[in-house]
């Protein structure tokens, strides 16, 4: 069986949702199996993570600076990373991640959205039916 080149998702929360297009990664497809899942939202500075109950290894790739708008694993936390500007430990405007993440690939749209995101708030994740 073929895997497509991007499988999308979508994150909802209570005032919102957004899509997000993933890499066909080793993480990203640990990831859809689990889906759909539920899950409390943390913020940490202008990143919102949560866990998700995936247990994946560092893959080569990962990195701890990336773009505002990627869609990260954070393999020491088990967590989806989702950050849209500057963490506390960022250097200027870049968003800098807590460690190294594996990069899944990038939401849909404007990362900004995810400002609406309160820490706490319930968060779902699942796949994007064609």
Same mark, same amino acid.
């Given at each position: 069986? &073929?895997? !497509?080149?991007?499988? /999308?998702? *979508?994150?909802?929360?209570?005032? @919102?949702?957004? #899509?997000? =297009?993933?890499?066909? #990664?080793? +993480?990203? /497809?640990?990831?859809? &199996?689990?889906? !759909?899942?539920? =899950?409390?939202?943390?913020?940490?500075? &202008?990143?919102?993570?949560?866990? #998700?109950?995936? =247990?994946?290894? *560092?893959?080569?790739?990962?990195?701890?600076?990336?773009? !505002? @708008? #990627?869609?990260?694993?954070?393999?020491?936390?088990?967590?989806?990373?989702?950050?849209? @500007?500057? +963490? %506390?430990?960022? /250097? @200027?405007?870049?968003? *800098?991640?807590? =460690?190294?993440?594996?990069?899944?690939?990038?939401?849909?749209?404007? %990362?900004?959205?995810?400002?609406?995101?309160?820490?706490?708030? %319930?968060? *779902?994740?699942?796949?994007?039916?064609?």
């Amino acid at each position: 069986m &073929k895997t !497509p080149p991007s499988l /999308q998702i *979508r994150i909802s929360w209570p005032s @919102g949702h957004l #899509t997000a =297009s993933l890499d066909d #990664t080793p +993480t990203s /497809q640990a990831l859809t &199996k689990a889906l !759909p899942l539920v =899950s409390t939202a943390r913020t940490w500075g &202008k990143e919102v993570y949560f866990d #998700t109950g995936v =247990s994946v290894s *560092r893959e080569t790739g990962a990195r701890e600076v990336v773009e !505002p @708008g #990627t869609v990260a694993f954070w393999a020491d936390g088990d967590a989806l990373a989702l950050p849209y @500007g500057p +963490t %506390p430990i960022s /250097q @200027g405007d870049e968003c *800098r991640l807590a =460690s190294p993440c594996n990069v899944l690939g990038r939401i849909d749209g404007d %990362p900004a959205l995810l400002a609406a995101v309160r820490d706490g708030a %319930p968060v *779902r994740v699942e796949p994007v039916d064609d």
